[in-house]
């Protein structure tokens, strides 16, 4: 399962939409967020096209360590 990441905690700040603009950090860490989301699209869809396989999931194992 791919993890998309930022530069650090994703979310922003504030009780109103007006105070959440004002949480500079928080807004340029949600535009990487979104920018490396688009670009990882772009990537999964390009090498789906060029003729690839997307890895195939393994079945579950599940263990119970209570005997």
Same mark, same amino acid.
């Given at each position: +399962? ?13 009780? &109103? ?10 807004l340029? &860490? ?12 772009? +990537?999964?869809e ?16 599940? &263990?119970?360590?209570?005997?």
């Amino acid at each position: +399962m791919p993890i998309i990441s930022s530069r650090y905690w994703n979310m922003v700040h504030g009780w &109103t939409p007006e105070e959440v603009k004002k949480d500079k950090e928080g807004l340029q &860490t949600m535009r990487i967020l979104g920018a490396n989301m688009a670009w990882f699209l772009e +990537m999964k869809e390009f090498y789906i096209k060029s003729n690839h396989d997307l890895p195939n999931m393994e079945n579950y194992i599940y &263990t119970n360590f209570i005997k």
